[in-house]
């Protein structure tokens, strides 16, 4: 059970340990493009302003929530903000209008952190006045137009967003913070075995909830099988990211852990291998060259986990600034073949650190375009 307090988000504005003690981002501000961030005081949206403020490409420059945050310095509204740059902590925040017109941020990179119903409206908004929206809501993850990757596995699918489909901008999508664990399991062994069925149990934390997640008393000591929409969210998104016709069965699980997400899964290979050859599998995956440098990426992606008992979210889920996947316990399985744990921080990993790596991702191949112009090049 989860020993911080529930009242507010737990670490220094988002930061890891080792992250609040880093310095910000020494860069001048002329070289770092002004972005955007939408839901910037929530769970995640706080997590994003962290990393954005010691950022050596972008800054945040406008911060959006709800009615209830607006005209309230940032630095007021967020516990530990001391460990934000003084020009962060003291950005006004500002209420997101329904129409997105008036919100001045066109030709603007947006982060988004909304819950999907605000975002379903105000995505498309911003993005048809000439926004590059980057988001973690789910509204839009299905949506043709929207490319939904993980940098190390799909990147190419960032293509969709070239010919800007909704008008003037675009919309990327970050995965589901389950998902994006999955798929980054799945990717080497499809890639050197071929995948022909997956079950996985997940065991998700209580900041997969947001703020209101990590306060909620009912879940003390409980396991809640029943997160409305996840299970579904896990098939379909990762069948759409690894671009297979997958049979994947889930049943997802609210648990009473602050971060991270677990998953046993259990898969069929195409071809009949040892066990250990999907360990071989997880240490030879890397991530294509340009993916490998951006600021956000894990020195690596997948960490194998030694332990007998791990991964476990306490001890591992920090591991790689947490954007790595720990991978643990593989063994056989009696009924298809393999199984193993995976552990990923569903807030960093799952959220805030993939959309910045996202929207790395699109600046390292040029779909930021004109918006970096008037930054950094
Ligand atoms: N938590 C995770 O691990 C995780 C992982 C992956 C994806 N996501 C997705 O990321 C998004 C944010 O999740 P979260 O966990 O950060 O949620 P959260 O802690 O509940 O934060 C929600 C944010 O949205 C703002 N907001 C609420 N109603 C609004 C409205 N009507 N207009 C404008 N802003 C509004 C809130 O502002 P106020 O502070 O002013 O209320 C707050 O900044 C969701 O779509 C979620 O599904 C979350």
């Known amino acids: 059970m989860t020993t911080e307090p529930r009242s507010t988000e737990p670490r220094s504005a988002g930061a890891s340990p080792?992250?609040?003690?880093?310095?910000?981002?020494?860069?001048?501000?002329?070289?770092?493009?002004?972005?955007?961030?939408?839901?910037?005081?929530?769970?995640?949206?706080?997590?994003?302003?962290?990393?954005?403020?010691?950022?050596?490409?972008?800054?945040?420059?406008?911060?959006?929530?709800?009615?209830?945050?607006a005209g309230r310095a940032y630095g007021e509204l967020v516990p530990d903000a001391a460990n934000l740059p003084a020009d962060t902590a003291a950005l006004t925040v500002r209420a997101c209008a329904w129409s997105g017109t008036d919100m001045a941020v066109h030709e603007t990179l947006v982060f988004s952190a909304l819950g999907a119903d605000v975002a379903r409206e105000l995505e498309p908004a911003l993005a048809s006045a000439g926004a590059l929206v980057v988001t973690n809501a789910s509204a839009f993850r299905m949506d043709p137009r929207v490319p939904l990757v993980v940098p190390e596995?799909?990147?190419?699918?960032?293509?969709?967003?070239?010919?800007?489909?909704?008008?003037?901008?675009?919309?990327?999508?970050?995965?589901?913070?389950?998902?994006?664990?999955?798929?980054?399991?799945?990717?080497?062994?499809?890639?050197?075995?071929?995948?022909?069925?997956?079950?996985?149990?997940?065991?998700?934390?209580?900041?997969?909830?947001?703020?209101?997640?990590?306060?909620?008393?009912?879940?003390?000591?409980?396991?809640?099988?029943?997160?409305?929409?996840?299970?579904?969210?896990?098939?379909?998104?990762?069948?759409?990211?690894?671009?297979?016709?997958?049979?994947?069965?889930?049943?997802?699980?609210?648990?009473?852990?602050?971060?991270?997400?677990?998953?046993?899964?259990?898969?069929?290979?195409?071809?009949?291998?040892?066990?250990?050859?999907?360990?071989?599998?997880?240490?030879?995956?890397v991530a294509p060259a340009d993916v490998a440098a951006l600021p956000s990426a894990p020195r690596r992606v997948i960490e194998l986990v030694a332990e007998a008992d791990g991964p476990r979210p306490v001890?591992?889920?920090?591991?790689?600034?947490?954007?790595?996947?720990?991978?643990?316990?593989?063994?056989p399985c009696p009924i298809l073949g393999h199984r193993f744990v995976t552990l990923s921080h569903n807030a960093e990993r799952g959220a805030a650190g993939g959309t910045l790596l996202l929207a790395e991702l699109a600046r390292a191949r040029g779909l930021l375009g004109d918006l970096l112009e008037r930054g950094d090049t």
């Open 18 to 69: 080792a992250e609040a003690a880093r310095p910000a981002a020494a860069q001048p501000d002329s070289a770092r493009l002004p972005v955007a961030v939408l839901g910037a005081t929530g769970l995640v949206g706080r997590r994003l302003v962290a990393r954005l403020a010691r950022h050596p490409w972008f800054k945040p420059a406008a911060l959006f929530a709800s009615e209830r945050s």
């Open 315 to 331: 001890r591992d889920v920090d591991r790689g600034d947490g954007m790595a996947v720990s991978i643990g316990r593989l063994r």
């Open 153 to 285: 596995v799909n990147p190419d699918h960032l293509a969709l967003a070239a010919s800007r489909p909704f008008g003037r901008g675009a919309i990327l999508a970050n995965p589901n913070c389950s998902t994006i664990g999955l798929v980054l399991a799945l990717a080497p062994l499809h890639a050197a075995f071929g995948i022909r069925r997956v079950h996985v149990v997940t065991l998700q934390a209580r900041s997969g909830a947001g703020l209101a997640g990590l306060q909620d008393e009912t879940l003390t000591g409980d396991v809640v099988p029943f997160i409305a929409g996840e299970e579904e969210k896990l098939e379909r998104e990762t069948a759409r990211i690894l671009g297979l016709d997958l049979p994947i069965s889930a049943a997802c699980h609210r648990v009473d852990v602050t971060h991270g997400h677990t998953l046993a899964v259990s898969v069929e290979l195409e071809t009949e291998v040892e066990t250990a050859a999907l360990a071989q599998a997880f240490e030879a995956f």
